[in-house]
Structures are given as C-alpha cells and as structure tokens.
C-alpha cells in the first residue's frame, strides 16, 4: 500500500530544512562574534595592565619589577597568538545541521 503525498509536499520540506539551516547559522554567526568581541577585550585589558607596569617602571618608586613586566609581555604575546587561533576557528564556515537526503 502506498501512501498518497501532497504534490508539494516535498518543497515544502526542502524549505523547512534550508531555513533550519539558515537560521542555526545566524546564530553561529552571533555567538562566534561575541567570542571575538571577549576576546577583543581581554587583549585589551593585558595591554592596560602591561601600560601601568611601564608607567609604574618609571616613576621614582616603582612597585613592579622589569621581570613582571617581561612575564606581562610574554603572556600578551601568548595570547595574541591564542586570539588568531580563535579567530581562524570561529571564522570557519561550519554547517550545523546537515541535509543528508533531501525529500524527492
């Protein structure tokens, strides 16, 4: 016995599916953003605090040693280099969900 299909009903699954698509990919889009944006930030807090180290090296009675603000340094570069890791990975195109057979 076989099962009577409405004409269209296969267009109209094909949509459902590409609008899935769509829709899970803004939403990658958006959050792979907001991790740029964190991480954006972070950079720019350890340059903050690397400026103050130096600002601090040069006044009369500096609280911090040169051996901070070299260890200071080294972790920024650390994480410039994490951050285009980052960047590489979240600017991947990725597929959220895949069609593996569309409706016939």
Same mark, same amino acid.
């Given at each position: 016995?076989k @099962?009577?299909t409405?004409p $269209?009903?296969a267009?109209?699954v094909n /949509?459902l ?5 769509a829709?899970?990919?803004? &939403?990658? /889009?958006? $959050?792979?953003?907001? #991790? ?5 930030? &972070?950079l ?9 180290i130096?600002?601090? =090296? #040069?006044?009369? /009675?500096?609280?911090h040693? #040169?051996e ?6 080294? =972790? =920024? ?8 890791e980052q $960047?590489?990975? @979240?600017r991947?195109? $990725?597929?959220p969900?895949t069609i593996?057979? =569309?409706?016939?």
């Open positions: 016995m @099962l009577k409405h $269209r009903a267009e109209i /949509t599916a590409h609008k899935y698509i829709v899970r990919s803004a &939403e990658e /889009t958006s $959050r792979a953003n907001s #991790a740029l944006e964190a991480l954006d930030q &972070e720019e807090n350890q340059g903050d605090l690397i400026q103050a130096r600002d601090d =090296l #040069a006044s009369p /009675t500096p609280t040693s #040169a901070e603000l070299t260890q200071e340094i080294a =972790l =920024l570069s650390q994480m410039k280099d994490q951050q285009e $960047r590489v990975l @979240l991947k195109p $990725r597929t969900a593996s057979e =569309l409706a016939n």
